[in-house]
Structures are given as structure tokens and as C-alpha cells.
């Protein structure tokens, strides 16, 4: 799987999007962009994954270039109930490969009032 | 509710001890994961299993076992040869162990051995 790079903070004030970036220039072709994040001293939350298009659900959209060799997540109106690690992984994504997850150290995103 | 449940949330044990973490799901999920976290680290795969008496060893297996007898739960033994067992581990589940089903995670049990 690719290698991800995330800077380790950011801020942002509530009520304002929250955008956070992801760098994984050496993505391969069938991997997929998955995010997750996770509250302090509790399990981590799947957000959103893509491959190539961009994708929105209820909780962020997924922006990847056309290149694929970075992404963004984007929390829309942010709230003090975002403030979390998020994880930017990326995988392989069909049927045989391992459903591994691996977890880099993540972003630290401090939602200030 | 379905979801995850790990007990307890906190953990003591003596240095020398084997210790068994709880992982009960009712999503029925074939898969099931356990995770360790270090402060200020991401989460490292000890074990996954993909179906019933199946499982694999993860990044870091060592010190550790595990069994799958039931499809709804995967107990993670600690065993007194983990030379760093304290830290915070999460059990996860998805419906299949292959392809990119996305994982649910527990609460976590933290434990703490002296």
C-alpha cells in the first residue's frame, strides 16, 4: 500500500470548513483514498473513500486530483465536535486483497470556538 | 443497538500475567481485527481473522494470540512474552476480510501492566 504524508496540526475556527490535505504521490493505479478519524480515547470513525472521482457523503466531501497523487478532505461547517485525528489511507480495494488498514500518525484538527 | 463492544474499558494487570481482552460484534461481519495504539501513534494490526476458526498473524503478532470459534467474537490474549503490553487496543470488524469494506471499530480497552 501507498505511503501517506499528512502534516501532523491544523486549526480551524467553528463554523468555518476544515480542509485537510493528504499527499500519496506514489498511489498505484487500483488503490483507493480512505479517511477515518478518531476522538480522543475512542475508536477510529470511517468518513468517506474514493478512487478517482470526488466524492460527498453526510459527514465530508473527498476531493482528489487528477493526478491522484494528493487529496483533500473537507469538512464543510465545522464543528467542536470534529476536533480529532483524521487518517489518510490508502489501499488496494478488490476482492482478494486483504482488508488491512495502515494507520499512519494522522492530522490533529483543533476545531477552536 | 449492533456495533462493537470491548471490556473493559480499563485494565490493570501484574508484569507476568496473561490477560484477555474482549471483542463481541452482532453485526455479522465474517472479519475481525485487533489494533494497538502507542500515545501519539497510529494503530498497528495484531492479528485479523477473516471467517470462523480462521486467522493471520498481523504486523505484530508477538506476545499475542487469538481465536475465532464464533463468527461474533475474537478474544486477544496478552501473554506475559509482550515486552511493552501496556497501551490502548481496539478491536475492529467489517463484513469481509477482503476488498475494501470499511471497518467499524470498538470502544477500545486500555491496559495497563506494571
Known amino acids: 500500500d501507498a505511503k501517506t504524508t499528512q502534516p501532523p496540526s491544523m486549526d480551524c475556527a467553528e463554523g468555518r470548513a476544515a480542509n485537510l490535505p493528504c499527499n500519496h504521490s506514489t498511489i498505484s493505479g487500483n488503490e483507493y483514498v480512505y479517511w477515518y478519524r478518531q476522538i480522543h480515547s475512542q475508536g477510529p470513525q470511517y468518513i468517506i473513500h474514493g478512487l478517482k472521482n470526488n466524492e460527498t457523503n453526510e459527514m465530508a466531501s473527498l476531493i482528489i486530483t487528477e493526478d491522484r497523487k494528493s487529496s483533500t478532505l473537507i469538512l464543510p461547517h465545522a464543528t467542536l465536535r470534529d476536533t480529532a485525528v483524521y487518517y489518510c489511507?490508502?489501499?488496494?480495494?478488490?476482492?482478494?486483497?486483504?482488508?488491512?488498514?495502515?494507520f499512519g500518525t494522522g492530522t490533529l484538527l483543533a476545531v477552536q470556538p | 443497538d449492533g456495533g462493537i463492544t470491548q471490556s473493559p474499558k480499563y485494565l490493570f494487570r501484574k508484569e507476568g500475567q496473561n490477560v484477555t481482552l474482549s471483542c463481541e460484534q452482532n453485526?455479522?461481519?465474517?472479519?475481525m481485527y485487533w489494533y494497538r495504539q502507542d500515545p501519539g501513534q497510529g494503530l498497528r494490526l495484531i492479528y485479523y481473522?477473516?471467517?470462523?476458526?480462521?486467522?493471520q498473524k498481523g504486523d505484530i503478532a508477538e506476545g499475542y494470540s487469538v481465536s475465532r470459534e464464533k463468527k461474533e467474537s475474537f478474544p486477544l490474549t496478552v501473554t506475559s512474552a509482550q515486552k511493552n503490553p501496556t497501551a490502548f487496543y481496539l478491536c475492529?470488524?467489517?463484513?469481509?476480510?477482503?476488498?475494501?469494506?470499511?471497518?467499524?471499530f470498538g470502544p477500545g480497552t486500555r491496559l495497563t501492566v506494571t
Open positions: 481473522s477473516q471467517i470462523v476458526n480462521d486467522f
Open positions: 453485526l455479522n461481519h465474517d472479519a
Open positions: 475492529a470488524s467489517s463484513i469481509s476480510g477482503t476488498g475494501g469494506n470499511e471497518q467499524y
Open positions: 489511507i490508502v489501499r488496494v480495494n478488490y476482492g482478494g486483497a486483504t482488508n488491512k488498514l495502515i
